[in-house]
T-cell receptor, first 113, second 113 residues
Framework: AQKVTQAQTEISVVEKEDVTLDCVYE???????LFWYKQPPSGELVFLIR??????QNEISGRYSWNFQKSTSSFNFTITASQVVDSAVYFC??????????FGSGTRLSIRP | EAGVAQSPRYKIIEKRQSVAFWCNPI?????LYWYQQILGQGPKLLIQ????????DSQLPKDRFSAERLKGVDSTLKIQPAKLEDSAVYLC???????????FGPGTRLLVL
């Protein structure tokens, strides 16, 4: 069975702090993809990153970075120097070769000025 | 490039009424998805189309929900009759045949009274 767990329901930090959102996944497939999406108050899911199971290189994009570790089945997301505009719900998702995507329950991130 | 379009953005109906949602995917995207997102949860896949054929509808409550994508482009999702528990955001997403990344529309927020 496939599963995505985002144990942090809500996180609140002060602006400019660094914050890490955790994602743990379960799958029996050897080929799979992991995603992070951002859902601002407007409701649209915005694609942030995709990682395939064969590429464990960490990635940095501006203030965003992602740490993929197959050994612990984790795909964590860090925002450095957070800003108020980062406030949103963030979803981690798993896509397997069976072509079905499963989302975690989301982490609501609030950045206080 | 235009994104995924959905209408209406909001809909309020009474239980036992019918409602229909429309989605126009990104041009050229062969795969189209409908998701249900209940408040506080991650999106749940209802149905997946590849061109005009159904790939996966295992989580679609077929006694009241139906969907079609007759010409392999835009799609409609219908609920008949609606129940209180159908109150949710209905998201449409599409992807091309290559990369697995799904791109989401703004969603339709349904309230059933």
């Amino acid at each position: 069975a496939q599963k995505v767990t985002q144990a942090q329901t809500e996180i609140s930090v002060v602006e400019k702090e660094d914050v890490t959102l955790d994602c743990v996944y379960e799958t029996r497939d050897t080929t799979y993809y992991l995603f992070w999406y951002k859902q601002p108050p407007s409701g649209e899911l915005v694609f942030l990153i995709r990682r395939n199971s064969f590429d464990e290189q960490n990635e940095i994009s501006g203030r965003y970075s992602w740490n993929f570790q197959k050994s612990t089945s984790s795909f964590n997301f860090t925002i450095t120097a957070s800003q108020v505009v980062d406030s949103a719900v963030y979803f981690c998702a798993l896509y397997s070769s069976a072509s079905k995507i499963i989302f975690g329950s989301g982490t609501r991130l609030s950045i206080r000025p | 490039e235009a994104g995924v379009a959905q209408s209406p953005r909001y809909k309020i109906i009474e239980k036992r009424q019918s409602v229909a949602f429309w989605c126009n995917p990104i041009s050229g995207h062969a795969t189209l998805y409908w998701y249900q997102q209940i408040l506080g949860q991650g999106p749940k896949l209802l149905i997946q189309f590849q061109n005009n054929g159904v790939v996966d509808d295992s989580q679609l409550p077929k006694d009241r929900f139906s969907a079609e994508r007759l010409k392999g482009v835009d799609s409609t999702l219908k609920i008949q009759p609606a129940k209180l528990e159908d109150s949710a955001v209905y998201l449409c997403a599409s992807r091309s045949t290559g990369p697995e990344t799904q791109y989401f529309g703004p969603g339709t927020r349904l309230l059933v009274l």
